[in-house]
């Protein structure tokens, strides 16, 4: 009987990883380096990602509170901003 993947703290399935040959050669820097690059690959297709359930729940959620009541709402500059400097 074949093993079924462990699944994570959050219930994600842990996939085991095989690194690239050459990749333990690496620098850190030169290891960040091409995660960043893979990471910016894999990025150009957003669209194809799968949005998890919690997340559209999440979204259509937090709509439905804004269409209740819209004065509640901040805008996402400012909402950025905060984040950046929490100071503020």
Known sequence: ???????????TARIAVTEPAGFKALSKAEQIRYLQKLWDRIAEGP?????PKSHLRLAKERLADYRRDPTRSRPARGVLRNLTNPDR
């Open 47 to 51: 669209e194809q990602l799968p949005v």
């Open 1 to 11: 009987m074949a093993s079924r993947p462990r699944k994570g703290k959050r219930g």
